[in-house]
């Protein structure tokens, strides 16, 4: 099953820092095109629902980010992997249970957020716990970081991302 994992350029540094060595997600939490997602929209193809999906572990990589310490930059991050999960329809359409560590060969790609992007991804770490509980100032935080698309990154490509942070 095709995975959208979220994350944070800490943990990406780390995976990219141990070549070959597997990612593991957080809690084992991540998304994707679940018949429960798909059972949610009235119309939309597979590209589209699974744009959900990422776009989901794309606000999910805003929690963590909430707790990152390190002084790397304030981006959200989307580690996207075919791996064995089950859905978790109890928690959201598109939550998904991976089964473990995620081996390097089966990361697809990353996503990461651009530069352009910082101020408006720092505003939404501040309040993702507010959006969360509704205040609409803070759900336009929110809308107002999920107006930047992630850019693609192959997994080789990843040593050159950091060094260019």
């Known amino acids: 099953m095709r995975v959208y994992l979220p994350a944070t350029l800490t943990m ?3 995976f990219v820092a141990e070549p070959g060595q597997p990612f593991h997600p957080v809690g084992g939490t ?3 095109l679940t018949p429960t997602l798909r059972e949610a929209y009235i119309s ?6 699974s744009e959900v999906a990422l776009r989901e572990a794309a606000r999910a ?4 980010l909430a707790v990152d310490t390190s002084d790397l930059p304030v981006r959200r991050v989307v580690v996207v992997a075919d791996a064995p999960a089950t859905a978790r329809p109890d928690l959201d359409d598109a939550v998904v ?11 697809v ?12 991804v720092k505003a939404a770490v501040a309040v ?4 969360d ?14 107006d930047h698309d992630l850019a693609w990154f192959a997994t080789q490509e990843l040593p050159f991302l950091l060094e260019l942070l």
């Open 44 to 49: 939309g193809d597979e590209e589209e629902l």
């Open 133 to 146: 509980l509704g205040d609409e100032d803070s759900e336009l935080a929110i809308g107002d970081v999920e």
């Open 128 to 131: 993702i716990d507010e959006a």
């Open 30 to 32: 991540g998304f994707a």
């Open 12 to 14: 990406i540094q780390d």
């Open 61 to 64: 990589s805003l929690r963590l």
């Open 97 to 107: 249970k991976v089964e473990g560590p995620i081996p390097h060969g089966d990361i």
């Open 109 to 120: 790609a990353v996503h990461v957020d651009g530069a352009d992007a910082e101020s408006a």
